[in-house]
């Protein structure tokens, strides 16, 4: 959120300046192939992963967003997104779109 200072000098409120990072899911609408990430901003990445520009989803396009998690920290998001690679992960999400 923006706010307006006097001399047309912007300020930030404390919520501009916190950045969260997203723990995503795509599907692939044609194929079945499921991709986990992490992105600071979800919506321009998921429009990058279905316009092409990754390189390891291009061949699987167009994509739907299944699922996401929202996190105050890389880490913690970096974190989810090993676990969700990981076997037991997988099968969670797999529970999760049945």
Same mark, same amino acid.
């Given at each position: 959120?923006?706010? =307006?200072?006097?001399?047309?000098?912007? %300020?930030?409120?404390?919520?501009?300046?916190?950045?969260?990072?997203?723990?995503?899911?795509?599907?692939?609408? /044609?194929?079945?192939?499921?991709?986990?990430?992490?992105?600071?901003?979800?919506? &321009?990445?998921?429009?990058? *992963?279905?316009? %092409?520009?990754?390189?390891?989803?291009?061949?699987? &396009?167009? =994509?739907?967003?299944? *699922? =996401? /998690?929202? =996190?105050?920290?890389?880490? /913690?998001?970096?974190?989810?997104? &090993?676990?969700?690679?990981?076997?037991?992960?997988?099968?969670?999400?797999?529970?999760?779109?049945?």
């Amino acid at each position: 959120m923006v706010k =307006f200072l006097p001399a047309g000098r912007q %300020g930030y409120t404390r919520d501009a300046l916190v950045k969260m990072f997203y723990t995503y899911v795509i599907k692939s609408r /044609e194929r079945n192939y499921i991709y986990v990430g992490l992105t600071g901003d979800l919506l &321009k990445r998921v429009g990058e *992963h279905n316009r %092409g520009i990754s390189r390891t989803t291009r061949s699987y &396009k167009p =994509f739907d967003l299944v *699922h =996401f /998690e929202k =996190f105050s920290t890389r880490n /913690e998001a970096r974190e989810r997104e &090993k676990y969700l690679k990981s076997g037991c992960g997988k099968d969670w999400i797999k529970s999760k779109l049945a």
